[in-house]
T-cell receptor
Framework: RKEVEQDPGPFNVPEGATVAFNCTYS??????FFWYRQDCRKEPKLLMS???SGNEDGRFTAQLNRASQYISLLIRDSKLSDSATYLC???????????FGGGTRLMVKP | DAGITQSPRYKITETGRQVTLMCHQT?????MFWYRQDLGHGLRLIYY???????DKGEVPDGYVVSRSKTENFPLTLESATRSQTSVYFC?????????????FGPGTRLLVL
């Protein structure tokens, strides 16, 4: 079983739609959680951290469920520019090492 | 304001040749990392370094060598390249401390081993 699992997609949605991704992690001792965004043929970039209480940044909302060991990302009012691969990332408290999920690809269509 | 840079950006080599990928960061971050990214596997950690002269293996270290004589540089060497090492290689850096586990990635090196 992979440490961090994501549905690879692609998720094809129209502009303005709301879309949600989930991610599960296997290590119950995991401490920190993140969503990274990766555009085609580019490097990953931090989108947002995921806090226990949940957090929101504009159209993006991240949630953490420790009991069920999953993380979610909700994107409201999707834009064409949201098209990218979204990587679920977990820090297992082993120094600064991160474990990456395989990514979920989102395609927003006009 | 260079941040983190990688060179070369693209490289074609032949099986058995030695190849070195360079990574340079200007933030004086303590931690540096090398990942490879392949379809179906996502990002996998090859090696990492917590400080100058301190390196350790990641998930897929076989066939790779690293060094860190200076904080700002973290070269990755493929001692005898194999076709299975064809991949996109990303270098990243981060600083250790509360809420600073964010890793900043370089633009990547696309390596093709023929």
């Amino acid at each position: 079983r992979k440490e961090v699992e994501q549905d690879p997609g692609p998720f094809n949605v129209p502009e303005g739609a709301t879309v949600a991704f989930n991610c599960t992690y296997s290590n119950s001792a995991s401490q920190s959680f993140f969503w990274y965004r990766q555009d085609c043929r580019k490097e990953p970039k931090l989108l947002m951290s995921v806090y226990s209480s949940g957090n929101e940044d504009g159209r993006f909302t991240a949630q953490l469920n420790r009991a069920s060991q999953y993380i979610s990302l909700l994107i409201r009012d999707s834009k064409l520019s949201d098209s990218a691969t979204y990587l679920c990332v977990v820090n297992n408290n082993a120094g600064n090492m991160l474990t990456f999920g395989g990514g979920t690809r989102l395609m927003v269509k006009p | 304001d260079a941040g983190i840079t990688q060179s070369p950006r693209y490289k074609i080599t032949e099986t058995g040749r030695q190849v070195t990928l360079m990574c340079h960061q200007t933030w004086s971050h303590s931690y540096m990392f090398w990942y490879r990214q392949d379809l179906g596997h996502g990002l996998r950690l090859i090696y990492y370094s917590a400080a100058a002269d301190i390196t350790d293996k990641g998930e897929v270290p076989d066939g790779y060598v690293v060094s860190r004589s200076k904080t700002e540089n973290f070269p990755l060497t493929l001692e005898s390249a194999t076709r299975s090492q064809t991949s996109v290689y990303f270098c990243a850096s981060s600083e250790f401390g509360l809420e600073v586990e964010t890793q900043y990635f370089g633009p990547g090196t696309r390596l093709l081993v023929l």
